[in-house]
């Protein structure tokens, strides 16, 4: 679902009745799914338009079960969001990911910063970046290796100390991206009090894209407004070779889509970063 610019934030779906019991199993699983080493994680490139240069890659939570199979984190997520779970399985994820670049730094490949996905009870989370701070010397990995992404819907919870923790982490060296813009409030109102490096624009918004149409040029203001306000312009869900030309003419900066590269293994990433041309 694509909000306009302003209007009201997506809502959960209540569920129909016959999947509820299926979600409780899916719950109950999830429980367990750490100790079980159940998660991974898979990594899509950021490829910046001009170049084709991969510049980083953002880390997707993968959960397999062996009775229920591939879960979505479509589904598990505002699962986790509401039983508290996302903050010890948040934990692993900003391990994991940190730990992985430690590998590759040691595999002397040339790698890139990673983009980790935080949900809004983990930025509520006083112990946020004093946790952040310890993940990154336990894997010795640096903060220039980490970067985040935040939702409109999580910030706005609570603007004022959301901004004062999403300092502290700019502060350590770590970018701040905001993720799914055009999705939630999107008030262009508090935009600019937001300490952030970057603009994730929704996939939403790219799927119509085209110069003439009336979200075209809303995108293509989003970028040049977002360039006055110094931020860097990512281009979330991005499959066609038209809408690579679109967001070339508007001026995006770095593009993340299927047309490039689904989320792939590790293994395959690295792989993709070896073969990259030097700059
Ligand atoms: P997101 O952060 O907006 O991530 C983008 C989603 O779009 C990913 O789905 C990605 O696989 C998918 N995608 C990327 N390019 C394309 C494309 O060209 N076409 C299409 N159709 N899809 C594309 P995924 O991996 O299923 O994740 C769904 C959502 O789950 C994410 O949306 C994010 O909100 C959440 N999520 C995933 N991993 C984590 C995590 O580690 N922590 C948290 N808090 N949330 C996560
Ligand atoms: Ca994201
Ligand atoms: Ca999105
Ligand atoms: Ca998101």
């Known amino acids: 679902a694509c909000a306009g610019v302003v209007s009201e934030p997506r809502r959960y779906d209540p569920l129909l009745d016959e999947d509820v019991a299926n979600r409780d199993r899916i719950e109950n699983a999830l429980f367990g799914a750490l100790e079980r080493n159940e998660f991974s994680l898979v990594y899509q490139p950021k490829v ?23 879960i979505s984190p479509a589904t598990f997520i505002p699962m986790a969001e509401e039983n508290g779970l996302i903050n010890i399985i ?12 430690r590998v590759w ?30 993940i990154i010397n336990e894997s010795g990995s640096s903060p220039q290796d980490l970067k985040i992404e ?35 409030y999107s008030s262009l109102s508090y935009l600019h009090r937001l300490p952030i490096d970057v603009l994730k624009i929704d996939k939403c918004f790219i799927d119509e894209i085209s110069p003439d149409s009336g979200r075209g040029r809303l995108v293509k203001h989003i970028i040049n407004m977002a360039h006055d ?12 070779p038209y809408q ?25 990433l690295r792989e993709m970063l070896v073969e990259q041309p030097f700059e």
């Open 48 to 70: 910046q338009l001009e170049t084709g240069t991969i510049v980083g890659a953002e880390a997707l939570l993968r959960w397999k079960n062996n009775e229920l199979g591939n």
């Open 90 to 101: 948040g934990d692993w994820v900003l391990a994991a990911a940190c730990a992985q670049v």
């Open 105 to 134: 730094r040691l595999q002397e490949v040339a790698t890139v910063p990673i983009s980790v996905n935080l949900a809004a009870p983990q930025l509520r989370n006083d112990s946020l970046v004093s946790k952040v701070t310890g």
């Open 150 to 184: 935040l939702t409109e819907t999580s910030l706005i919870q609570d603007i004022e100390s959301s901004a004062e923790r999403i300092e502290e982490l700019r502060t350590l060296g770590v970018g701040i991206a905001l993720d799914d813009f055009g999705t939630g």
């Open 229 to 240: 306000m110094g931020y860097e312009v990512i281009a979330e869900g991005v499959e066609s």
């Open 244 to 268: 690579l030309e679109v967001l070339r003419e508007f001026g995006c900066d770095i593009v993340q889509g299927y047309v490039y590269s689904a989320p792939v293994a590790p293994n395959t």
